[in-house]
Each structure stands twice: as C-alpha cells, then as structure tokens.
C-alpha cells in the first residue's frame, strides 16, 4: 500500500527548504549548540582542574549530554511555538485558508499537517546537530539508545509545543499575537501544573495526595524525569527521594513515581492533551464551527 | 443544479443575508449583481461551506450532501476574489497541492493540471513560480486549480477584480470557454457590462434580499426601459397621442418632432394590435421599436439607486 503524504506537510516541507530561513535557523541553531558545547568544555575542564588538580575531564565530562540536551531542548521550545503559531494565521494572512477549507482536507487533517511539518523541520535541526550531540555521547559514555529515547523525548516535546502553537494560531488572526499567546499558554500551564500542590502546601498540609498527579501534564517535569532516568536510572519524584516519600503522597502518585511508570505516563497525558489542543484548533478552524470570525467577515465586503 | 432554499445569515441583529431562495439550472451561467453589503459574497461562502448559515438549504444536483461535507465540497470549484500564493512554489506545485488535497493521485492530477494549464494558457509557465505571475495569470491559475477535481458548479467571487483590460478580457474568454464546455458557472461581479455579455442568467441582490433572478431577457422584461416603445411618426402625431391617451395600460411617456415614445406592459401581440390601430385611424408611420434596457439601468432601478 502506498503511503499518501498529508499535502500541507509536502507543501510546508517544499516552501521551507527552499527558503533562506532554514539555512540561517540552521546556523543559527549549530551555532548555540557549539557555544554551548565549547562553553561546558571550558567549564568542566576548569572545575576539574580545581577539584583533582591533574586536569582529568574524563569523569565530569557526562555532565555534557545534560548541558547539551537542555540547550537543544530549550531551542526547540522557542522554536516549535514560532513555527506553529504563524501556520495557521499565516495561512489566513496568505488570504489561502480560506481555498484550503473548500478542498476535501478536513480542519483536523490541516491542523496535524501543520504540526506534523513543523515536528519534521525540528527533527531536520536535530539531525543536523547530531554531530555535536555524538562528541557528548561519545566523550560522555552514553549509549546510542540515550540518543533514540532522547529523539523521541525532542518529538514529543516538539508535538506538543506544536499543538500550543497551532491552537494560538487557530485563536489569532496576526501570527505575531498567536505567538505571543503561545508563550503565555506554555507558561500557563507549566504554572496551573504546580498550583494544586503549592494550595496544598500553602494550606499547611502534611501529604500533597494526589495533587503531583497534574505534573503528569508538565513537560519540563517531564523532561526532569527523563534526565533522572538517563543519568541515574532513578525516578526524580520517587526512587530519587528528592521529593516524595510513601507517607508524603497519593497511593497513586506514590506508585507512579517508581520506575519508569511516571516517564510513560506523563508521555502519555502530554501526548493526550496535544491532542485535545489539536482536536481545539481543528473546531476553531471549522468554519462550519466556529461562530467567531464575525468581525472579519463584516469587514469584508458582504 | 444549484437550489438555494430560504438560506439567511445573522450577524446579532444584523441580517447579511435575508431569506434567500434560487435555483440556477445546470449549464448556467450565473450573473450575481448587487451594490457592497448586498450579501453576494456572504451567500457565495455558505454555498462553500465557508460561513455557517443561520437558516436555509443549499443544495448542489441531485446530491443530499450538507454544505460543508466532503461530498459538497467536491461538486464545487471556488475562485475568491484575492489570489494567496506561497513563496517559492512553482506552478506546477501549486497544482499538485490542491489535486491531492482532493485526493486525487499524482498520475491523474499531472495529466489533468496540464490539459488545464494548456486551457487557461498557462502551460508554459509550469516551471514558473507563483508568486512572479502577473496578477491576470495568478487568476487564471486561479480558476484551473478550481477546476482540477472537476466539479459541478464553479464559483467565482469577484474574478476580474484588479485586473487590467487584457487581463479582463481573457478571463472573460475563458469562462465563456467553460460555458460552452456546458460547466455550470456562478459569477459575483461588479462589472455589469462584462456580466451583460456573458451570463444566461443573472440575480440581483440588495440589502441581503433577492430583488430579482431569472434569464437576462426576462429580467430586462421587468424593466421599465423594456416596455417603452418608440414609434416612428411621419404624420398625425395629434390622433396618434389621442388614440393612445384612450388606451387601457398604455401611456405617452413624450412626443418628439416624428416621435412618441409609450409605455405599454403588455405582449407583443398586444403592442401590434395598438400599432394597428393607430393606423386604421390614418395614422402615418415608418416604423416602431422596443427599447432595449441595459443591465446598468436595471440595476440603479433594482437597487434603489445604489452605486458601487
């Protein structure tokens, strides 16, 4: 059977790559990531040679993976936003939206497109930084099964920061707002993630139950907890101990946050709620949906 | 082919469009006139499923489909009256784009574009970038993307707007061109000159509502340019404006030096009958004629004086 590529995602693919953009985001993005790179050399090297005064960087060079991972990470999250948060209104802007919503394609179907090009251009920058990112893994004794769970972990993150993006774009007509409220949404719900458990807290009691349970929605503690996994095999929430103890916590929070069961389920809500964020964009986009749009179409010559 | 039943739109309090019932029989070509703010354009949306109405039908052939459905979708062929191109897509791109956004496999969408190309004499600029068309090409580019699913009825909003002269007259060529292959075409435009010469049929809108539809000759009809007639008089102009005075549904609108001009609403038959008449009673005359309306006059009057 042959496989039908989603039109929007050739067509996005087609536009990028034939773009000045991509070249520059691509300097751009080797760029950070070398800084980065020469930056943490500098600094291991230095602390190493204070701590053992023999100059050896061998063993703190692991701590090179995390600096570079974060950096990648934190990219991508600026990244994904600014891709998807102008698709669906630059379409609008393009004034080609509304021919693309007469086609046979379903509101559902543009809005993964978006975000599935958008993923696609993400992994194209990561697979241009995977020589920088092999040095961390070849100097740092990592394996290349690090370097699959952490491509996934950059897809997932980038899904999700997608369906933000593509969500804003739905909700705004000029890209510049839908980035804009992208950012603030990213930051919404890393904060409305931590707010049961800081009420709880602030309200003085001993156990947080089942409140870390919204952190399953967080993608930096998500992202947290892979790092934990990687670097110690342990859970950050749990096997750690940093945070939680059995009597501290939830009987289900307690038991999620042993092993790697907190890892795949949060991949799990994170993924879920992208979904419902795309399914969101989908109904905005619908204009057999949507009841707004009413200014913009009075404006427009009836 | 297109039946439009009772369709409305709401905005609050605020009616675009105000119960509007049509049928545009297949192989039409379809004239939609109406000054700003008429509803063409919000009514052209419901249609594609663009704009949610706030009551009506819209029905396309024998089909039960909903506006907005796949199988709606796919009878109808939209041009808007802007042209969005992406940067750095090429024409034959640019139709491979919108072909398997219909789902149509590459194969049957390269062998279609080119007949369709070669239709709006675009076929050597296949290789070309959109966005360095000239605005003329950007539309006619425009319409053979409309047509690459090959649909039944095909919408254009505005088509000619902007363009220069040639431009106008060879989008004008090419719809006639489409009329002829027996497409049934629906055509919003301000140009009524232009819509004059190529539309069958046209409807008039105001203020949301329907004034008038029908075959261009029948419109005219309604006019009252249609029913004037002017007669040619070599002598007894007195007893010819007294015989008309005395005529039930005939009046004398003005006498010249050797012509009266009447109104008169009914058939033709009827209008012999009166010319006879007039002669009978030693009327000397050259001749008579209807006067034509045009469709600039019929819509001033239609319209309540409304200019674009």
Known sequence: ???????????????????????????????????????????IQASSANIYNNGNVYSSLVSLFPILAVAQVCIVALIVPIITASSISGERERQTLDIMLTTCM???????????????????????STPIMALAFVVGGLSWGHLFWFLLTIILLSVFSGSIGILCSALCRRSITAVILSFAFYFMI???????LLIKAALGSRSAGETPLFLLFNPIVFFEEFFMQIMTGKSLLGGAGYMFSKSDVGFITYHLTTGKAWMLVSAACILLLSLVFMLAAAWKVNPMHSSSGRKRRKARKA | MLYINDLTKNYGSFTAVDHLTLHIPE????????????????????????????????????????????????LIGYVPDFFGVYDNLKVREYMDLYGSMYGMRSRDIARIADDLLELVNLSDKKEIYVDTLSRGMKQRLCVARALLHNPKLLILDEPSSGLDPRARVEMKELLKNLHSMGKTIVISSHILSELAEMCNSIGIMNRGRLVTAGRIEDVMQQLAGGKRIHIHIVSDMDTAVRIMKEQAGAAVESVRENEMIISHGGTDEEICNLIGQLIQNGVTLTGFHREEGNLESLFMQLTGGSTQ
């Open chain 1, 190 to 196: 890393f904060v409305l993630t931590f707010l049961p």
């Open chain 2, 27 to 74: 192989g039409d070509l379809f004239g939609f006139m109406g000054p700003n703010g008429a509803g063409k354009t919000t009514t052209i949306r419901m249609i594609c499923g663009l704009l949610k109405a706030s009551g009506g039908a819209v029905r396309i052939g024998g089909t039960s489909a909903a506006v907005g459905s796949k199988e709606m979708k796919r």
């Open chain 1, 1 to 43: 059977m042959k496989i039908r590529w989603n039109p929007i995602v050739k067509k996005d693919m087609q536009v990028a790559a034939r773009s000045m953009r991509l070249s520059w985001g691509l300097f751009a993005y080797e760029a950070i990531l070398a800084m980065a790179f020469l930056l943490a050399m500098a600094v």
């Open chain 1, 106 to 128: 379903s509101p559902f179907s543009i809005v993964v497109g978006k975000v599935i090009s958008a993923v696609l251009r993400i992994l194209f920058f990561v697979a241009a």
